[in-house]
């Protein structure tokens, strides 16, 4: 069964930072493409970045183009997703996905 449990999520204000992971178990972590998505309040999911299994391609969301960027250790099965220059507008739930499933998202809110 596919496990993925993301967490790091938390209140900061515009401009700052944080630093999500997502911890996976229930398969082979380290042969499986990564992706974040996000759902803000009342809204759709909406993709955020794409990572390869062994990490050499990344892709990301215009939103998230210079402010993101997402790695993974494939040793510890974790996936990560380092956020800088956060806004208001970032304000969502964040969920790792493994072709499409979804796990347990963590809160971002972006807030002064």
């Known amino acids: 069964e596919v496990q993925l449990q993301a967490s790091g999520g938390g209140l900061v204000q515009p401009g700052g930072s944080l630093r999500l992971s997502c911890e996976a178990s229930?398969?082979?972590?380290?042969?499986?493409?990564m992706t974040w998505v996000r759902q803000a309040s009342g809204k759709d999911v909406e993709w955020v970045s794409y990572?390869?299994?062994?990490?050499?391609?990344?892709r990301y969301a215009s939103f998230a183009q210079g402010r993101f960027t997402v790695s993974r250790d494939n040793t510890k099965n974790t996936l990560y997703l380092q956020m800088s220059n956060l806004r208001p507008e970032d304000t969502a739930v964040y969920y790792c996905?493994?072709?499409?499933?979804r796990g347990q998202g963590t809160q971002v809110t972006v807030s002064s």
């Open positions: 996905a493994k072709e499409g499933t």
């Open positions: 229930g398969f082979t972590f380290s042969t499986s493409p």
């Open positions: 990572i390869s299994s062994r990490g050499g391609s990344t």
